[in-house]
């Protein structure tokens, strides 16, 4: 028997989920294979109805069997374990594990600062030994339900630096997530994260992303909105042409009857071509249901940035995860662009570069000055 945290592969995805959940909960799990042999704790058999031992598996097939439980998106004990992880959300702290391998040095990590960053007009020198840290990364996720005439949720996520707030590459994100946590107690000390920054940071990368998805709905759903509009208006319009043919061959006292008629069907016409409009108009709401503060194994490398004979101090983080080193961001305006040493302060070129000069007036309006 296995507890939480049993490592798996190759599973459907909400199968996976559910043996996970149930694990955390106190079960204990066998893998036979193509199926799961389970012993769970009294809460979780009163919570999902089952009994003390259960045999789950994704496999429709197997299910048929007499005792096995199907566990597929639709059945009920993945939808109740579901709904009961976003209704308490997923919030934690996780260090990942050392790496055992022997770290770069002071020379070596100069040489790939400057080849990797450089800053125009500058030179970076080290100014100390890189220092082993963890850095802090956010891993925020989302569920977004989308209203474009039907309703259906997606998940959203984003990784980034805790400090700068500049996102991850996708890859990386996914290797962070593979990466093993740390067991027992850290032996570094951790950069200090600034949460503020980081989730507003990705409240913005989140919206903008989900603003970008909700337009391609809204293309995709042009069509089907111009083909029901165009079958009401192709209803109402009959309904106007009979009335009017009736009404030409009508009484006079039936023919004020008529004109109320065809004026009451002409008002239920728009009527039903703004609520078309109104049901093809695209909507969304985000709810949180991640947010992981995850710390990184990484080295500090203290540096001056040297203009002639300025000299700017600061910091980069190396991380070991990607051998590279972590997102650099303006120290003026926080924006991921390539740094300039101007004569006073270091920055990127939208913050050091200097104002245009004010255009001199006309030669007619500086005399009447």
Same mark, same amino acid.
């Given at each position: ?66 005792? !096995?439980?199907? !566990? ?58 890189? !220092? ?238």
């Amino acid at each position: 028997m296995r507890g939480a945290g049993a490592e798996r592969g190759g599973r459907e995805p909400g199968f996976d989920f559910w043996l996970h959940y149930a694990e955390l909960a106190g079960a204990l799990s066998e893998d036979l294979g193509d199926r799961v042999l389970m012993v769970l704790p009294p809460a979780l058999q009163q919570g999902l109805r089952l009994p003390d031992t259960v045999v789950a598996t994704s496999d429709p097939d197997l299910a048929r069997e007499e005792g !096995v439980l199907l !566990v597929i998106p639709g059945n009920p004990v993945l939808d109740q374990a579901a709904d009961q992880v976003l209704a308490e959300g997923d919030a934690g702290v996780r260090r990942l594990a050392w790496p055992a391998k022997p770290p770069p040095g002071r020379t070596e990590l100069l040489a790939a600062a400057r080849d990797r960053i450089g800053v125009d007009h500058g030179r970076i020198d080290a100014a100390g030994e890189p !220092v082993p840290r963890y850095a802090p990364v956010l891993r925020v996720g989302v569920q977004v339900t989308y209203l474009v005439h039907d309703q259906f949720c997606e998940r959203e996520e984003v990784w980034l630096d805790a400090r700068s707030g500049l996102a991850l590459p996708p890859a990386l994100a996914e290797r962070l997530a593979a990466l093993p946590g740390l067991d027992g107690r850290a032996r570094h000390l951790e950069l200090e994260p600034e949460m503020e920054r980081g989730v507003a940071a990705a409240h913005g990368l989140l919206a903008e992303r989900v603003a970008g998805r909700l337009a391609l709905l809204a293309r995709e759903a042009q069509a089907a909105q111009r083909d029901e509009q165009a079958m009401a208006e192709a209803f109402y319009a009959a309904q106007l042409e009979s009335i009017a043919g009736r009404r030409e061959a009508a009484s006079p006292e039936r023919r004020a009857l008529l004109d109320a008629q065809a004026a009451a069907t002409a008002v239920e016409r728009d009527r039903r071509v703004r609520e078309i409009a109104e049901t093809f108009e695209p909507r969304y709401e985000l709810r949180p249901v991640r947010l992981h503060l995850v710390f990184v194994p990484a080295l500090l490398l203290p540096v001056v940035v040297h203009r002639g004979g300025r000299a700017f101090p600061t910091e980069l983080a190396w991380w070991f995860a990607s051998a590279d080193f972590a997102p650099v961001a303006c120290p003026s305006c926080g924006a991921a662009a390539p740094l300039v040493a101007a004569r006073e302060r270091l920055g990127c070129r939208g913050c050091v570069a200097p104002a245009p000069a004010p255009a001199a007036p006309p030669p007619a309006a500086a005399a009447r000055a």
